[in-house]
Structure formats: structure tokens, C-alpha cells
């Protein structure tokens, strides 16, 4: 396995101090001093051009001058000095450095300047950097502690990934406390090289982490963070406090960071796509660390609460309501066991009260019998401390059920959770409860809420696996008219505007298949009555102004238009009262449209805005004139998917009166699905759609149509989309990679990207493989293709990787499938390839991989690796034949590779 190219920085065997110091209360004494406690595996030197030895150890004036190259160079000189020591640095061959000097991007314009020559410094010599202004970073199996921090971290599976060194110093207090364990801490300051993505990245490769915990004020490189979190969120945990919600809790990230905070309900909309799990609160993020270092994981979310006091019982079950986790239903046969053992006053279901009087036997035999009820998930028992029972008693016969249940379930672990009231300091029974791997919280709310976060964790999982089924409706769309998009923005750019007519707006819509109603614009009264009668009574006219956005603040618009007296009364009328409130506005006439009538409509908003963060994002909800004061409204980031779309009408109000009500039937569905697709096919192409609002869009039971749209456009960004889509923060479907393969016989097949909605054409193509093809695709017998690989086949980051599908154009199936995915080392990529039996020696494979070596090397990848059976003779030509060479044989495997 190639190493991850962050290792030298994340995980070093060598460190150098510069401005390592005996001095007391220096920072360089403070961080040397960690680093010594810690047990780097590997060598330590200090560096500095003052002394000659620092606690006993010669220094080395400069790190060009150290006896041998270290992996990590950390700094902590002033910040005046850093850009010549990342200088240096460079000319010695060391390749990356943290920098916990402060005084760069947070300290006004002379800071900046620094920032700016010390990220010069780096990238001309290659050396990658943290920081600055960081508190550091440890890596427990390395023995580094590189950190100014008071208290070291403990070994275990959590990363913990911080924008505060404030906030890693708390929680280094706390875990020690709590008995919980980190692999890495890594506080990114000012973030000026290494940010959030990359550091993510380095904690999904990394086996020894099992969770990841972030603390984010704000994000620079949107795209990578987004990559990066859907990952990470695919093959563990990730748990994230993101703080500036508000506006003044912003303006103190933007002071202490630097950082672009951006709208938070569209930083929500992010961290739901990226499959992480959201916290709000410090105390959240600790509850959360607890219960993720205890390794547990739901398979459900039915939670049984076992209790010797009924007010805890009643404030953990309304804490479950308020999170959103089902309380479980005692089975019959689990309710007659606790008969047995409970007094007769107990509660007789869940919570589950074992009364004040509970000895400790009492608590494990209850444990016992709810764990073993296949109707409960999850178990949080908690005592309040009575004279009675010895909690620590108490604690044990709880831990000795939990170990007897998971020994009996083979192993299967239900997660238990604790909390023992009262007592928040360390004590026996606490000790108790952890040596049986049971998480203990200090009140009921808190406990639950742990829970919710595994729950949440299972549901984002089970999201990111679900397949998009592929719908007729929504399978080939029509492609979009670009010309007349682009020709619709040369003209309004050309008068100096970048708001769209309604007129307009409404053209550019339907270049992209939107449903729109006819409209014909209008000069004077005569023309609108004849366009009133070509399209049909009842009509409406509004009135058409590049000045005016909401023509109903100011009569602008008139309805129900029976008859062309109606029509030429209107807008006499329309006009002098337009001209009274807005004597500014230029007046170019009115908009006739039909009367969009139809039974049993509902009015909701379909929108686009322009984050400062993410780029564009799509919103959905209620529509209306009064659709600020309702204010029901979702937020996703685009690209969507039909899945997607669902998903995000789901998340609002009025998608109950969509779904049908009493007598009202329910609204065409997919027709608002359509209506979302087509714009999230606009922000894809129009990098210069900035700000886009269709209300309202009628839904009903026949379909949807867009009666209204605003669109404002922005004339800096160009006229189509450049490659690989920079504009947006999730790359979407690259239409431009579809094309057509020309086979050895002169029949020409189509080829396109793969698309989540292709599970179903996946798994038809695996299945019709044969037992020999699937060996030399896999490497071993698979019998079938199990849902997440399937899942992960199709659901791709197109970002960082691709596969390439040829298509049989006789029955729409799957001939052929070439991918490419990349590897730890940053530059490379790994490829496979599997042509079906019946396509085999018709020169597709040779195809194929010419089309993954052009993209990968689009891409920015600097070679292709691909691992290839000995026994694969066919293919193992193939790749001599397109540049690959032998790079290593294993056993029976051989891995070639090619440069691109």
C-alpha cells in the first residue's frame, strides 16, 4: 500500500524544534518539553540560532544543518522569521512543518503579507504546512505530542480535527478525565496550506481511526471538504460542531480565523449531503466523543431506558421524543420475565421502573431480560443514588449482564449506555461501567442524546447506500439549448443589466425543459389585447420593466382577464398606477400570459442562491406572495438526483399538502422532481446563474408549471461552465466524458460516465459475468455483489474518480466497465476494467483504458496502477500494449503501471 502523502506531516518518525529553548514559559520550552514526554518513535532535534544545547542535547543553528533529513519540521519563532525557515526547510529536503507562531493572516494587513511569503516559501519548495497560529497536533502510536497543550492525549480510535486550539485544549482535559482515546489531534489554525479536506482524508485511510470529530468555524476550499466528508462519512462516524450560526457568533470567527463563514443553513445543507452528523452544542461534542470511543453501533434505534427513578425515566423518554429516537415496545415474553423480578408496582413498559428500592441483582437481572427482547436496539440504564444500593454494585451487575448478553449473541453488541446521577467526578462505579464498555453521561439528556447521534450515524449510512432508482421520466433528458441560454446573457449584459425580464427568465427556463406558460410581451395596449386573444381568455398581464422585480408591490400585475375589454382596461389602468408608485422605472410594456388555472393547486417556491462558501444551492418550499413570512423553506446542494429531490421536498411543511389532504388529492410528485432536476442542470451548466427564484410553481394533480421566475445573472463569470466545474462544490455528472467507441469490426458504441441511478444496470452486468471474468475482475470468487460495494460502484465523487460504462445499445445494458480511483499518495491512481464476455477481443478493453488514462491524467494524476492475476494473460498485454510496465509482483498478482 502506497503511504499517504500527509504522513511526514500527520504521522512523522523524525521532528526538529526550531526555536527550541530552555527559557522558562517560552513556547519553545513548553512544546519541547511535550515532545520529549511524548516518545517520538524516532529521532528529536532542536533547532536554534542562539544556543548550543538545549536540556543537554546539542542545537543546530539552521535545519539545513541537522546530522540527518526529519520528517516534520515544527516552528515556533517569531512569525517575521517563519517564511526563511520554511526557506530552509525546503533547500533540506523536509517536506512538511507546523507553525505554531501567531501573527499571520489574524493580525491585519502586515500578518497577511507574512501569511502570503510563508505560503510562497512552502509551495516553491514543495513543503506542506499547518498553520499557522495552531496549537500543534499529536499522533498517539507515534509517541508525537508537537502541541503546547497542557494535557496529552490518550491512545484510541478517535481524530479529532479542530479550527480552535482552544476547543482541542478543553477536550484533551476532558478525555483524559473520561478515560477517552484519540489517534490524532490536529488543530488547524490559520489553515494556510493544509485544511479541513486534506487532513480528512488522511483520517479515512488511516485504520487505526475509527471516528472523526470536527470543530469548524469556517471552510476555505469548499470542494475539497465536501470530497473529502463524503468519504469519510461512507466508512465511519464523523461528527462536526460548526459554530457562527448566528451573526454575531460569524463576525467572531471571521476575526479569530479569517475564514468565509457563508450562510449557516447552507453549511447545514453541506454537512447533511456529506453524510455527517451535525452537534450544536460543547457539551454535545463530548457526549458525542463518549459514546464514538466506546466503538458502538446501532443496528436499529429502538431504546429501551432501564431506571430506579421515575423522573429520570420520564426526562430521558422526553429527550428521546424531542431527538427523534423511538422508544422500544416490550415483547410479551420480555414483560412477563420482568414480572418476575419486579415488584408488582412496577412500570409495566418502557422506561422500565425498577423502583427506588432496586438492589443491585435487580439491575442485572432487568439488563439480562431486556437485552435479550429482539424488539429492543439499544439499552440506557441509569441509577439515581439512593442508600440502599451501592452504585458501584449497582454499576457491576449491569456490566456483568452486558457481557453475559454479547457473549450469548455471539459477539453482537447492542449499544448500552450509562448514566449513573449525581457524582460527576471519577469514581468506582464510573470505573466499573467503562471496563465493561459501557459510556457513562451525567444526566438522561445527555445520554440520549449520545444515542441519537449513532442513530443519526445509521440513517445518514443507510441514505448514502440507498441506490436512485432511474425513472423514464427522468432517465435521458433532452439536452439543453446552451445557445439560446448564452445569447438570452450576451443581451442583457450588452444593455448593462443583470436582471432577467420575466420574459427572459422564462425563455432561459425553457432552453432548459422547464415547464413554462406561453407569454407574449407587449408594447401598447392594442398589441396585448390581440396577444390576450391568440393565447386565450381568462388572461393575465404584468407589467414588464427591468426595473421592477415584484410587480405585485406595485399593481404590476392583473388577473383573470375575462375578455379584451377586461384586457384593454387593465392595462390602461395597470400602467398609470405602475407609473404613479415607480415614476423611475422604465416601462417596456407588458407580459400576456393564460390564466394558469387548474384544480386542486398548491403554490411552492423552487430557488437558487449563490453562497459565499458552497456556490450555488437550491431551496425548496412554500411559494406564495407571503413566502418570507411563512418562511418553510429547505436548502441542498446541487447536483441533484431524483433521490435527492424527494428527500429535499420531505424536509419541509408544505410537502404534507403536496402528498394530499382529506378530499384534496395529491400533487404530481415527479412533475416537481422534473422541475427541481432542470434546475439543478442549470447551476451545473451556468456558472452565471446567481440568484434564481420561480414563484409561484403550480403543482397539481396532473403535473407543475413555473408561473413566475426572477433571475439575476452574474456577468464575471463565464459563459459556460469550465472544466471540472470549479464553480460548484460537488462535482456533478460530467456530460462532456460521453461520447461514442469505435470497435475493431467499424460498430460504434455509446460510453458515459457511470450514474448513481445505474445499480440496477450494475448488478445485471455483474451477474452476467461469468465465474472466470469475475475472478479476474475481483481477485477471489464473489457470489454476488454485496449492496455497498454495489452502492460505492455507482455513487462516485467525480471529483477524485470516475468509471466509464460502454452501453449495448440492443438491449440499454452494460458491455463494459473501466474506473479509476485514487490512491494515498496523492498523484496516483488506481484503475480496474471488466469488458463482459460476449464483448471480449473486439478491441473495447484497449478502448476503454485509452479513455481512463486521458481522464485521469485530466484529472491531474501523474500515473495509473492497476493489479492484474499472472494468470490474466489477455490483459496483461493490454496494458504493455497502452505503456504500462511491471511495477512488483505478489503471489500471484502483478502490478503495473504507466505514467501519464
Known amino acids: 500500500m502506497l503511504r499517504h502523502y500527509l504522513q511526514p506531516l500527520l504521522a512523522p518518525r523524525s521532528v526538529a524544534l526550531v526555536g527550541a529553548t530552555e527559557r522558562q514559559g517560552a513556547l519553545g520550552r513548553i512544546v519541547w518539553q511535550n515532545l520529549a514526554a511524548g516518545g517520538l518513535r524516532g529521532e528529536l532535534y532542536p533547532v536554534n540560532l542562539k544556543h548550543r544545547q538545549v536540556f543537554g542535547q546539542p542545537v543546530a543553528r539552521q535545519l539545513s544543518a541537522l546530522p540527518r533529513k526529519v520528517d516534520l519540521a515544527v516552528i515556533v519563532t517569531p512569525a517575521a522569521s517563519v517564511p526563511g525557515v520554511i526557506e530552509d526547510a525546503g533547500k533540506a529536503g523536509i517536506k512538511a512543518a507546523v507553525v505554531l507562531s501567531s501573527g499571520f493572516g489574524e493580525a491585519g494587513e502586515g500578518g497577511r503579507s507574512l501569511q502570503a511569503e510563508l505560503v510562497a516559501a512552502a509551495k516553491r519548495h514543495g513543503v506542506r504546512v499547518l498553520g499557522p497560529n495552531s496549537l500543534g497536533l499529536m499522533r498517539t502510536d507515534v509517541g508525537l505530542n508537537a502541541t503546547f497543550a497542557r494535557t496529552p492525549a490518550r491512545e484510541g480510535g478517535l481524530g479529532l480535527v479542530s479550527q480552535s486550539g482552544a476547543v482541542c485544549t478543553a477536550i484533551l482535559d476532558w478525555a483524559h478525565r473520561a478515560l477517552v482515546g484519540f489517534t490524532s489531534v490536529v488543530s488547524l489554525g490559520g489553515a494556510a496550506d493544509v485544511d479541513f479536506g486534506e487532513v480528512l482524508d488522511f483520517l479515512v485511510a488511516d485504520p487505526a481511526t475509527h471516528a472523526i470529530l470536527l470543530y469548524i468555524e469556517g471552510i476555505r476550499d469548499a470542494r475539497r471538504f465536501m470530497s473529502a466528508l463524503r468519504v469519510a462519512a461512507r466508512v465511519k462516524p464523523v461528527i462536526a460542531l460548526k459554530v457562527g450560526r448566528y451573526a454575531s457568533g460569524s463576525r467572531a470567527v471571521s476575526s479569530h480565523t479569517g475564514a468565509l463563514v457563508g450562510s449557516d443553513a447552507v453549511f447545514d445543507a453541506a454537512l447533511r449531503r456529506g453524510g455527517t452528523v451535525r452537534v450544536k452544542t460543547y457539551t454535545q461534542l463530548f457526549a458525542a466523543a463518549r459514546i464514538l470511543s466506546s466503538a458502538q453501533a446501532a443496528a436499529g434505534e429502538r431504546l429501551a431506558i432501564l431506571t430506579n427513578g421515575g423522573g429520570p425515566g420520564v426526562m430521558a423518554a422526553d429527550s428521546a421524543s424531542e431527538n427523534g429516537v423511538p422508544l422500544a415496545q416490550l415483547s410479551e415474553q420480555t414483560i412477563q420475565a420482568l414480572n418476575k423480578i419486579l415488584p408488582a408496582q412496577w412500570s409495566q413498559g418502557n422506561p422500565i421502573d425498577l423502583i427506588g428500592d432496586a438492589p443491585a441483582a435487580r439491575f442485572g437481572e432487568a439488563t439480562a431480560a431486556v437485552l435479550a427482547d429482539p424488539g429492543v436496539d439499544a439499552l440506557l440504564a441509569m441509577y439515581s443514588p439512593v442508600a440502599v444500593t451501592d452504585p458501584a454494585e449497582a454499576a457491576r451487575a449491569v456490566g456483568e449482564a452486558v457481557r453475559a448478553a454479547r457473549a450469548s449473541a455471539g459477539g453482537r453488541r447492542k449499544p448500552v449506555l450509562a448514566a449513573w446521577l449525581g457524582d460527576i467526578g471519577p469514581n468506582e462505579s464510573h470505573a466499573w461501567l467503562e471496563s465493561y464498555g459501557i459510556p457513562n453521561f451525567y444526566t438522561p439528556e445527555n445520554a440520549v442524546e449520545a444515542f441519537s447521534f449513532l442513530c443519526a450515524y445509521r440513517r445518514n449510512q443507510a441514505q448514502l447506500m440507498q441506490a436512485p432508482v432511474a425513472l423514464a421520466r427522468h432517465g435521458e433528458e433532452p439536452p439543453p439549448d446552451l445557445g439560446a441560454a ?415
Open 486 to 900: 448564452g445569447a438570452i446573457r450576451d443581451a442583457a449584459l450588452g444593455e448593462g443589466r443583470t436582471l432577467l425580464s420575466e420574459h427572459e427568465a422564462k425563455r432561459l427556463l425553457a432552453a432548459f425543459g422547464l415547464p413554462v406558460a406561453k407569454s407574449i410581451v407587449c408594447k401598447d395596449r392594442q398589441s396585448a389585447v390581440s396577444a390576450a386573444r391568440e393565447i386565450g381568455f381568462p388572461a393575465v398581464i404584468k407589467i414588464h420593466s427591468p426595473d421592477i422585480t415584484h410587480k405585485t408591490d406595485v399593481g404590476g400585475v392583473r388577473l383573470n382577464l375575462q375578455n379584451a375589454d377586461m384586457v384593454a382596461s387593465a392595462y390602461e389602468d395597470m400602467m398609470r398606477h405602475v407609473r404613479e408608485l415607480r415614476p423611475e422605472a422604465r416601462i417596456e410594456g407588458a407580459v400576456v400570459q393564460p390564466m394558469l388555472r387548474f384544480a386542486h393547486s398548491r403554490e411552492v417556491l423552487v430557488g437558487v442562491a449563490t453562497d459565499s462558501v458552497f456556490g450555488p444551492v437550491i431551496s425548496f418550499g412554500a411559494g406564495g406572495v407571503a413566502v418570507e413570512a411563512v418562511r418553510d423553506t429547505a436548502l441542498a446542494l446541487p447536483p441533484l438526483n431524483a433521490l435527492l429531490s424527494r428527500e429535499l421536498m420531505a424536509r419541509t411543511r408544505v410537502h404534507r399538502l403536496l402528498a394530499g389532504y382529506r378530499d384534496v388529492p395529491p400533487a404530481d410528485l415527479e412533475a416537481l422532481v422534473a422541475v427541481l432536476l432542470g434546475v439543478s442542470r442549470m447551476v451545473c451548466m451556468l456558472p452565471w446563474l446567481a440568484e434564481m427564484d420561480l414563484n409561484p410553481v403550480l403543482a397539481h394533480p396532473g403535473g407543475a408549471v413555473v408561473a413566475d421566475a426572477r433571475v439575476v445573472i452574474d456577468g464575471a463569470q463565464p459563459p459556460r461552465a469550465r472544466p471540472h466545474y470549479p464553480h460548484m462544490a460537488i462535482h456533478p455528472y460530467p456530460t462532456e466524458l460521453e461520447g461514442e467507441i469505435e470497435l475493431r469490426d467499424g460498430k460504434r458504441v455509446q460510453v458515459r460516465p457511470m450514474r448513481p441511478e445505474d445499480a440496477e444496470l450494475e448488478q445485471r452486468f455483474f451477474d452476467g459475468l461469468s465465474e472466470h471474468s469475475r475472478y479476474q475482475r475481483f481477485m477471489q470468487y464473489l457470489p454476488q455483489l454485496p449492496a455497498p460495494m454495489l452502492a460505492r460502484f455507482t455513487q462516485l465523487d467525480y471529483d477524485r474518480e470516475l468509471a466509464l460504462v460502454v452501453i449495448d445499445s440492443s438491449n440499454q445494458r452494460f458491455a463494459a466497465v473501466g474506473r479509476y480511483a485514487p490512491n494515498a499518495d496523492g498523484v496516483t491512481a488506481e484503475f480496474a476494467l471488466v469488458v463482459g464476455d460476449a464483448w471480449q477481443r473486439k478491441g473495447l478493453g484497449r478502448a476503454l483504458l485509452e479513455r481512463l488514462c486521458d481522464s485521469a491524467r485530466e484529472a491531474g494524476y501523474e500515473a495509473l496502477y492497476g493489479h492484474i492475476l499472472e494468470a490474466n494473460h489477455e490483459m496483461l498485454a493490454l496494458a504493455a500494449r497502452l505503456g504500462f510496465h511491471e511495477a512488483s509482483r505478489a503471489g500471484s498478482e502483478v502490478t503495473v503501471t504507466r505514467r501519464l
